[in-house]
């Protein structure tokens, strides 16, 4: 059986299934019905998240938590920044940011925390703090905000495990975290920390892969099948650099133990990477 010639003829099929999400794009007869979906097609689809299968902890023969940094100057991460300008974008386009955000103040993502390690739950007048500021200038005042372009990347704490019933190695997201300025000290001159990020809230990842499946990414390569934030993260679609692992030493990070020297860093957050990519290849041969 030719199965490139299988798999192929699989992916025209799943494509052409897919043809309806320009939203009556090609029926359209007002302006306001594109992006509209009738009653027949939302009866016919069924567009949620993939779930994810019960692991069993008896299943897991090994794992570890790593947490990463996603730079968005890099092009490959660019999907998640734009568009960063809401009035030249579609409805259902939106950065990443602005789609966690809009989520949390719908009320659709409630598992919002302070860290990673989720031992402070937060809400919508804590974020608040954190994205928006007013400082009185005079007779005015000046409203200072956290936008999408002020975002410079996203941390990320997930978990590599080895599945023994399924034989191989697999990751599972946890939770991501908006990189971006200070607001407090925007717009003041006497401190310059426009260079420094800060992690803004930390979203649970289950809690969000609703509203992150509905936000669609524009698709270079085919404009008609679009890609949701919840399938680019699951399928780690994404350049990323590790910045610590857990260990015995309260799961320091790298800048902790290997200082002022960034190649150095990178070097260790690349054996750290291999040795994960390597667990698989020993399992097999243990």
Excluded at 242 to 260: H, M, T, W
Aim: aromatic share 14%; hydrophobic share 35%.
């Amino acid at each position: 059986m030719n199965w490139k010639r299988f798999y192929m003829v699989l992916f025209a099929f799943a494509a052409t299934s897919y043809a309806s999400a320009q939203a009556n794009l090609l029926n359209a007869k007002k302006v306001d019905e594109i992006g509209v979906k009738s009653e027949a097609q939302i009866a016919s689809e069924d567009d949620k998240p993939l779930p994810y299968g019960y692991i069993s902890d008896r299943d897991v023969l090994w794992s570890k938590v790593v947490w990463e940094y996603v730079d968005l100057n890099q092009k490959i991460n660019l999907p998640y920044y734009y568009p960063i300008d809401t009035m030249n974008a579609g409805l259902t386009r939106r950065s990443l940011f602005d789609t966690l955000l809009k989520g949390i103040k719908n009320g659709e993502i409630t598992e919002v925390y302070n860290d990673s390690y989720f031992t402070t739950k937060i809400g919508m007048n804590d974020i608040e703090m954190m994205v928006h500021n007013q400082r009185q200038n005079g007779d005015y005042v000046d409203d200072y905000y956290v936008q999408s372009q002020d975002i410079k990347g996203f941390k990320l704490k997930g978990i590599w495990y080895f599945d023994k019933r399924q034989g191989e190695l697999k990751y599972r997201l946890l939770a991501l975290a908006p990189m971006g300025p200070d607001v407090q000290v925007m717009g003041v001159e006497e401190i310059d920390d426009s260079e420094n990020v800060y992690p803004l809230f930390w979203v649970f990842f289950p809690d969000a892969r609703e509203t992150l499946h509905s936000s669609k990414v524009f698709n270079p390569e085919n404009s008609a099948q679009p890609l949701s934030y919840d399938n680019l993260l699951n399928a780690r679609r994404f350049n990323s650099t590790i910045l610590r692992e857990e260990n015995i030493y309260g799961d320091r990070a790298i800048s902790d133990y290997v200082r002022g020297n960034s190649l150095f860093q990178l070097l260790e957050a690349n054996r750290i990477k291999e040795g994960i990519r390597n667990r698989e290849m020993d399992m097999w041969n243990y």
